[in-house]
């Protein structure tokens, strides 16, 4: 189950901020918090902190590869 983070719209809030939810995929987003009724909006959890999820080392951990033309043999190589 994927955690999302949400945060309120409107500041101040009686409630934790941001918050997070367990939500199963196809649920859809929260447009309220449950607790207080105030608008709230999600944050995308990639965007949090400095990691680079398109650095090389991310992409070869998630299973992608990357394609390099080679200049020198010509045509392309995995890295
Ligand atoms: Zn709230």
Do not use: W
């Amino acid at each position: 189950m994927p955690i999302y983070e949400y945060r309120h719209k409107h500041e101040p809030s009686k409630c934790k901020d941001p918050f997070e939810v367990i939500a199963a995929i196809k649920d859809d987003a929260l447009s309220e918090c449950p607790t207080c009724g105030q608008p709230v909006e999600r944050i995308l959890s990639a965007f949090k902190g400095k990691v680079n999820i398109f650095a090389d080392s991310n992409l070869k951990e998630k299973g992608f590869t990357k394609l390099v033309k080679d200049h020198v043999k010509g045509g392309y190589r995995k890295v």
